[in-house]
Each structure stands twice: as C-alpha cells, then as structure tokens.
C-alpha cells in the first residue's frame, strides 16, 4: 500500500517560512492527486492545498493563497508545501494525503501521512 511520510514542521514566529515535504513509497497510480490539508485542536481537519501529479492543477484554499505554494518533484516522488508570511492562525498538525481524484474535501482522500506540527507564535 501507499505509505506517506511528512516532514519540515518546527517552530516559527510569525512572518516567518517553513518547507513542508511529504514523500511517498509504495504502489500508486500515476494519476494519483496528491494534497496538503491541516487540523488545529478542536477544530475539523481543513483543506489547504492540492496538486496533480502532473502538475497540471493546483488549488489552494483562500486562507493560504498567496502565501503558500505546493509542488512535486516526480522523480522523488515528493510533494512540498512552501509557506510564507505564516501567521499564528496557521499553527496546525499538517497532513497529506493522496487520492485518485483531484478534490479538496478530506473523504477524496484515500491515503494519509501522520502528520507533522507547525507551530507559529507571535
């Protein structure tokens, strides 16, 4: 099965940047969509981004557009979620995850990372 792996979490003040990486092993489909969502205590788990596997689309959710980019790096079989001008708002435990279908809602999603923590403090 897909296994997916998430690093780059820390602690960071505010206006500062983060490089999250999420690398993937095990049997997918080419087609695969792969995606950024997180999860802050008590709160439902949120979409942030998401990206084809070719590249072809990318979305992001309107609270991070312009401050965060995702991208991949086939050949690794990596996907990466760039943040900047994080905000304490964004403090979160950041998943990805992969589906056979590009969506932003987290039931599209067949496979999903551990997690890594982004702490942002002002």
């Known amino acids: 099965q897909v296994q997916l792996v998430e690093s780059g979490g820390g602690l960071v003040q505010a206006g500062d940047s983060l490089r999250l990486s999420c690398a993937a092993s095990g049997r997918t489909f080419s087609s695969y969509t792969m995606a950024w969502f997180r999860q802050a205590p008590g709160k439902e788990r949120e979409f942030v981004a998401l990206?084809?596997?070719?590249?072809?689309?990318?979305a992001y959710a309107p609270s991070v557009l312009g401050r965060f980019t995702i991208s991949r790096d086939n050949a690794k079989n990596t996907i990466y979620l760039q943040m900047n001008r994080l905000k304490p708002e964004d403090t979160a435990a950041y998943y990805c995850a992969a589906g056979p279908e590009s969506r932003t809602t987290d039931s599209g999603y067949e496979y999903w990372g551990q997690g890594t923590q982004v702490t942002v403090s002002s």
């Open positions: 990206i084809t596997w070719s590249g072809a689309r990318r």
